[in-house]
């Protein structure tokens, strides 16, 4: 017999335990093929930069999911750092492909100040990559990521590489970026790293002038842009680098220098700011500056409120220039568009089209997708004047009429985005019927994956959320889904109505929201905002889709959708109750500060303390503390009474209720856990788990219930080891997702 929880309390039951698996994953199981879930960028792209000497190559960086290459013979974008296991690697500071040389490529690496940079340079288009690690620490996740680029390869002598450093001055390589030291002849050293608050911005950009040079001597006139405010905001060196000037003239001092490009005439173009950007930027302004006789003109398309940052000419175009505003929140960002050298401006946004179909979220509940915010990467293809792309907070758009606009004609743009993937995924499950996944997402709320090879047209609307924390299905009844997270800024539009929780009938497909909780249990009065008291709360669901509990500090139920809620009994302050997966009756809860347990065998209207045994000694340490953090405790689908917890200790597990509990010690240091399709001849799930084995941090699968773990990711797809939640497929054995900080959700399976 079984000692566990059952409906009239604590008793005997003559349900045994469900048999131990004895099917263990053999050491020659065949190796995992991993892809992407289609989704289609959904991230900030800082900077695109073109091949100057191969038509159809370019590359484009990310703040936090890596770089990629274009590959024309494809027509997709390629990623480049998904086999390193270093996290730092994927908020990329600068890229340059090598102008002379169109197999090679350098990057600048390193999330923010606190992880470690480095140059990584490659010989076959960012396939493989040399790594050098540097004493100048990067930022390409932080302020001012959209300056650029901070990386810069000499056209006459590409054995020079030189870098604009954020805290240490001017940086400069001789020998193809294998070594680099600090140019001790730049007047400004740099800040130094901060110990505390904001980042520096640093050195913005460098720009070589390539007719000031001769191939194989170098070239003699460069120049540097400064991001921090308070003094010049360019400099410029006439002997190759051995001795520099401040450019008099230009932008004002407070101002930060951001991109800038020159032309064949010796015409250099720069945007700069008032701020670094992404945000913040509250004035800026385009300067056009003839380097020949350093003659300097405001050539600033119009003042309103935001600045400017993308900047791109054509090639062998003398005067037409194009740039795009950053910040300009009303009406919104734009691109401006001259042929005059700035005397007169078109600007682009007003006629523009844009045909998101390849990418339906880009509508975000509204019935036209916006034209943009964030406005950093602006190029223009060098092989092709009407081929030009820019960056938003959200994808690439390109186009390949530019020239219509001189003709006063609108400009047609699509999603450039064809294997990006640059997301960060806050949770995910898969559940049993109806669409294979359910993801909820940082910045663009979530969706329901009917089809993992298309760009999802189910996002969850109505509500729209920002971010989409947690995700939750009915056990017995999995049409019956959950969702809660944090608002859209956007209320007032579409689908954004300030909900933070909602529900679903129909898989996740569409949804409703849910009233928030009164103190006194009461209806939620009709002019009452839509959102729950409590910003960001968790919400479950019981195993028939009939009870939500709110996790709000005192614990709320609904039985009939929201319409009412009233506090748990008997339960802690800030106690997170769990559903059997199978009992529809009956829930459970841990207080991680006490360690005690408790449950409800009443569908959470109240809740009992339980004699538990067999739980670690410390629980404290174990509560999330952050809304996005995967939850410890889970049920197991199908199997009444059976849950795990995921401790600081170890790996837990109880049949009975939580009753008792044994610790699972299979040689794995479990962060977070999930259930899978049983393998062959078992009735118990697979278990999936992120964790730790040795010093590797992976994808891990047990068909033995713990007792043993093979790893299923490997050396080509580490992701930077940037994982946030795990779910096994129910359906297909073997299959799990798992959701990264920067390269969206990523599924694996056996071969």
């Given at each position: ?6 409906r ?7 349900a ?8 263990r994953?053999r050491?020659?199981d ?7 879930v289609k989704?289609?960028a ?6 695109v ?5 191969e038509?159809?190559?370019a590359?484009?960086?990310s703040?936090?999911?890596?770089a990629?290459?274009?590959d024309?013979?494809?027509d997709r ?9 270093i996290s730092g690697d994927?908020?990329?500071?600068s890229?340059a492909?090598d102008p002379?040389?169109r ?8 999330v923010s100040r ?5 140059i990584l340079r490659s010989?076959?288009?960012g396939?493989?990559?040399?790594r ?22 000499d ?6 590489v030189?870098f604009?450093?954020?805290h ?5 390589s ?7 030291a ?5 007047p ?5 790293l901060?110990?505390?608050g904001?980042t520096?911005a640093?050195l913005?950009?460098v ?6 040079g001769v191939a194989?001597q170098?070239t003699?006139t ?14 410029r060196?006439?002997d190759?680098g051995a ?5 008099e ?9 951001a991109?800038?490009?020159i ?9 700069a700011n ?6 913040g930027v ?8 003839d ?12 003042r309103?409120?935001g600045g ?6 054509p090639?062998d175009?003398?005067g037409?220039?194009?740039?795009s505003?950053?910040?300009?929140w009303?009406p919104g960002?734009?691109?401006w568009?001259?042929t ?11 006629k523009a089209t844009?045909?998101v179909?390849v990418?339906p ?10 034209f ?6 602006l190029a223009?293809?060098?092989f ?20 219509d606009?001189?003709?006063n004609?609108?400009?047609a743009w699509?999603?450039?985005?064809e294997g990006i993937?640059q997301t ?6 898969s ?6 996944l359910?993801?909820g997402?940082?910045d663009?709320?979530g ?5 993992l090879?298309v ?8 509500p729209v959320?920002?971010?989409c924390n947690?995700i ?7 049409n019956?889904v959950?969702?809660?997270?944090t608002?859209?800024e956007?209320?007032?539009?579409a ?6 929780i909602a529900?679903?009938?129909?898989h ?7 009233g928030r909780?009164q103190p006194s249990?009461a209806?939620?009065?009709?002019d009452?905002?839509r959102m729950?008291l409590?910003r960001?709360a968790?919400i479950?669901?019981s ?10 500090p005192t614990?709320?139920?609904s039985l009939d959708r929201g ?9 802690p302050?800030?106690a997170r109750?769990?559903?059997d997966?199978?009992?529809p009756?009956?829930f459970y809860?841990?207080?991680?500060p006490?360690g005690r347990w408790?449950?409800?065998t009443?569908k959470?209207v109240?809740?009992?303390?339980v004699?538990?045994?067999g739980?670690p000694?410390?629980?404290a340490a ?9 939850f ?9 009474g059976?849950?795990w917890l995921v401790?600081?200790?170890?790996l837990?597990?109880s ?5 008792a ?6 040689g794995?240091g ?7 399709k049983?393998?062959e ?17 992976g994808?891990f699968?047990s068909?033995?219930?713990?007792r ?5 990711s490997?050396?080509?797809?580490e992701?930077g080891?940037r ?5 096994g497929d129910?359906?297909?054995f073997g299959r799990?997702?798992v ?6 959700v990523?599924y694996?399976?056996?071969?």
């Amino acid at each position: 017999m079984d000692f566990r929880l059952t409906r009239r309390g604590l008793g005997f039951s003559t349900a045994g335990a469900a048999v131990l698996a004895a099917t263990r994953v053999r050491a020659d199981d065949p190796a995992y093929v991993w892809k992407n879930v289609k989704v289609g960028a959904g991230g900030f792209i800082p900077g695109v930069v073109f091949s100057p000497i191969e038509r159809g190559l370019a590359y484009a960086r990310s703040d936090m999911g890596g770089a990629y290459r274009f590959d024309a013979s494809q027509d997709r974008w390629i990623p480049l750092n998904d086999a390193s296991p270093i996290s730092g690697d994927f908020g990329i500071e600068s890229i340059a492909p090598d102008p002379v040389n169109r197999d090679v490529v350098y990057a600048a690496v390193g999330v923010s100040r606190r992880d470690p940079g480095a140059i990584l340079r490659s010989q076959d288009r960012g396939t493989t990559w040399r790594r050098t690690d540097t004493p100048f620490r990067m930022g390409g996740n932080e302020d001012g990521r959209g300056l650029g680029e901070r990386l810069a390869i000499d056209p006459n002598d590409n054995r020079i590489v030189y870098f604009g450093s954020r805290h240490d001055g001017l940086q400069r390589s001789t020998d193809a970026g294998a070594t680099w030291a600090k140019v001790e002849s730049f007047p400004l050293p740099g800040l130094g790293l901060p110990e505390s608050g904001p980042t520096h911005a640093g050195l913005a950009f460098v720009v070589f002038d390539p007719t000031t040079g001769v191939a194989g001597q170098g070239t003699r006139t460069l120049f540097v842009g400064v991001g921090d405010a308070g003094g010049a905001v360019l400099y410029r060196s006439d002997d190759a680098g051995a001795s520099w000037r401040a450019v008099e003239g230009g932008p004002r001092t407070g101002w930060s220098a951001a991109k800038a490009v020159i032309d064949g005439r010796g015409v250099l173009y720069l945007t700069a700011n008032i701020g670094v950007g992404p945000n913040g930027v509250a004035e800026g302004g385009v300067w056009r500056l003839d380097t020949r006789t350093n003659e300097w003109r405001d050539i600033t398309p119009d003042r309103p409120s935001g600045g400017f940052m993308g900047i791109a000419l054509p090639k062998d175009q003398p005067g037409t220039v194009l740039v795009s505003t950053l910040n300009r929140w009303q009406p919104g960002d734009t691109l401006w568009r001259t042929t005059d050298d700035g005397r007169r401006w078109t600007s682009l946004r007003e006629k523009a089209t844009r045909d998101v179909s390849v990418t339906p979220y880009l509508y975000w509940g509204n019935s036209e997708p916006s034209f943009g915010w964030w406005i950093a990467a602006l190029a223009i293809d060098p092989f092709d004047a009407n081929h030009a792309v820019y960056g938003t907070g959200a994808t690439l758009y390109a186009t390949d009429n530019l020239t219509d606009a001189d003709r006063n004609r609108p400009t047609a743009w699509t999603p450039w985005v064809e294997g990006i993937e640059q997301t960060a995924v806050i949770t995910l499950v898969s559940p049993p019927e109806g669409p294979p996944l359910l993801t909820g997402f940082g910045d663009i709320s979530g969706f329901a994956h009917d089809d993992l090879t298309v760009s999802p047209r189910l996002q969850f609307t109505t509500p729209v959320f920002a971010n989409c924390n947690q995700i939750d299905y009915a056990g017995l009844a999995p049409n019956i889904v959950v969702r809660s997270g944090t608002p859209h800024e956007g209320v007032g539009s579409a689908g954004h109505d300030g909900s933070t929780i909602a529900w679903s009938d129909d898989h996740g497909r569409s949804w409703k929201p849910l009233g928030r909780p009164q103190p006194s249990g009461a209806p939620v009065p009709a002019d009452n905002p839509r959102m729950d008291l409590y910003r960001d709360a968790p919400i479950t669901v019981s195993a028939d889709g009939l009870a939500f509990v709110l996790c709000t500090p005192t614990p709320a139920w609904s039985l009939d959708r929201g319409r009412t809620w009233t506090p748990c009994q008997g339960l802690p302050l800030k106690a997170r109750p769990v559903a059997d997966r199978v009992d529809p009756d009956i829930f459970y809860a841990l207080d991680f500060p006490t360690g005690r347990w408790f449950a409800s065998t009443d569908k959470a209207v109240s809740f009992f303390a339980v004699d538990a045994t067999g739980l670690p000694a410390e629980t404290a340490a174990d509560r999330p503390t952050w809304r996005e953090q995967s939850f410890p405790l889970k049920g197991t689908p199908g199997h009444d009474g059976h849950l795990w917890l995921v401790s600081k200790a170890g790996l837990y597990r109880s049949t009975n209720g939580g009753v008792a509990w044994t610790k699972v010690d299979g040689g794995l240091g479990v962060e977070m856990l999930d259930f899978g399709k049983p393998p062959e001849g078992s009735t118990y799930p697979a278990l999936f788990a992120i964790g730790w084995r040795g010093q590797t941090r992976g994808v891990f699968r047990s068909d033995d219930e713990g007792r043993s773990w093979v790893r299923v990711s490997d050396d080509r797809h580490e992701y930077g080891r940037r994982y946030r939640a795990i779910a096994g497929d129910p359906r297909v054995f073997g299959r799990v997702y798992v959701a990264t900080d920067g390269r969206g959700v990523v599924y694996g399976e056996p071969a």
